[in-house]
Structure formats: structure tokens, C-alpha cells
């Protein structure tokens, strides 16, 4: 049976995946994939595969993996020296201090398990970032409308995740999808159909990993 796209409405089409036993629905209009409720896991099970990753502002490659994302994404469009928001800023929130160290930030954090504080309540960003973190999300529009909400009018937001993989058989063995607490999967299009969306106008992406977007 088909159900409506998430992202923008359309009909989808369901798919097993018989080895990790999951059930997909994908667009074949915005390219958006997710994982099917029944194989959600658990708030507990989900905060357990973040406390298993080691991330640090002394790991000299993953200071090199942000810094790559800010020239790319943020640097040419925002400038230095302006006020942001980074949403899902994880155990040690590296980008924020990468951004406040080098590049003359303010940076507010929220995480949902690390910063619980919605610190942005009532306030609006230059900048707003998202790294490893839509594709966590079972609802990614109601996100992207927040993020739109908190932006000035000059302001960007930068996002950054893994788009997968069009071909359906490269989809299905694509070690990203094996991460039990990845549920939502992009594409390019599917960041312009959100944009669309939510009133952002997506204007840049090296088509891999980034996207980043203006108001409209």
C-alpha cells in the first residue's frame, strides 16, 4: 500500500530490504527515502550508537572534516565573525568551537540528548548548522521550517549528510543505511524540494554531502 511522502506528498513506493529485514518508502518525485516506523529504535538504543562515537576537537581528521565543510559551505556565504546556531551539536560540540575559535563566532548548541536547552527560543542566527543530523530525523519539513524560523534575512543554513545513492541496488548496499539510527535519506533534489517547501531558496552543493541554503 502506498503512503505520502513526508517531504512532498507524493505517492511512494515501498521496498524490503531482506538481509537487515527493513522496510523503505521512496519518492520517485523528491528522491527522499526513510525507514519504515516498525524499524525505529528506540530513544535508549539511539543515544547508545552516539555514546559510541569519539569525536574531539584533538582528532586533527575530524577538525579537518568540519573545516572542509565551513570553506565550502559556510565561509563563502556567511563571512566571519557573526552568530549562530549549531542543531544537533552532539557529546563535544566540535563545529561550535571550531567556529568560535577560528572564524570569530558566537555560537549557540542544542542537542537533544547532549544540550537539551533550547537556547534559540526566542532568538535568530546569521548561521545555522546541521552536521550528521537530518538523517536522524523522522521528520525532517518540521525541522527545516524551525531552522527557517531562526534565520535573519541574510542568514544561511548549512547541512551536512551523506545523499544516498539513486540506483536501488546501490541504495541496498550502502553501509550508510546500516546505522539503526539513520532513518531519512537525501538527495540534491530532495533539498530543493524542502526548500521549496519551507520558503529557502538551496543554492549550493557539491553533491555528496553538503547543501546549503538562503531565504528565498
Known amino acids: 500500500m502506498s503512503i505520502e511522502c513526508k517531504i512532498c506528498g507524493h505517492e ?12 523503505f518508502h521512496q519518492c520517485n518525485n523528491c528522491e527522499f527515502i526513510w525507514k519504515d516506523t516498525s524499524v525505529h529504535v528506540s530513544r535508549e538504543d539511539e543515544f547508545k550508537v552516539y555514546e559510541n562515537h569519539n569525536n574531539s576537537i584533538h582528532d586533527e581528521r575530524y577538525v579537518k572534516y568540519f ?5 565550502a559551505s559556510i ?3 556567511a563571512g566571519y565573525g557573526r552568530e549562530g ?12 568551537m571550531i567556529m568560535e575559535r577560528d572564524y570569530g563566532y558566537i555560537m549557540d548548541i542544542y542537542d537533544k540528548f547532549y544540550a537539551t536547552k533550547k537556547s534559540y527560543i526566542g532568538k535568530s542566527y546569521d548561521l545555522i548548522t546541521s552536521t550528521e543530523v537530518v538523517e ?15 534565520l535573519r534575512d541574510d542568514g544561511i543554513i548549512a547541512i551536512m549528510t551523506l545523499f544516498h545513492p ?27 524540494i524542502i526548500a521549496e517547501e519551507v520558503g529557502l531558496e538551496f543554492f549550493y552543493t557539491n553533491n555528496y554531502r553538503y547543501a546549503t541554503f538562503k531565504i528565498k
Open 12 to 23: 511512494t513506493e515501498e521496498f524490503h530490504h531482506e538481509k537487515f529485514q527493513m522496510i
Open 75 to 77: 565561509v563563502p556565504f
Open 166 to 192: 539513486v540506483e536501488r541496488q546501490e541504495f541496498i548496499d550502502w553501509f550508510y543505511i546500516r546505522d539503526l539510527s539513520h532513518i531519512s535519506f537525501f538527495t540534491p533534489r530532495t533539498m530543493e
Open 136 to 150: 536522524h530525523m523522522d521528520n525532517p519539513l518540521e525541522y527545516f521550517r524551525l531552522f527557517r524560523s531562526l
Open 85 to 96: 546556531l549549531d542543531f544537533g551539536s552532539g557529546p563535544e560540540p566540535v563545529l561550535s
Open 67 to 71: 573545516k572542509d565543510f565551513i570553506h
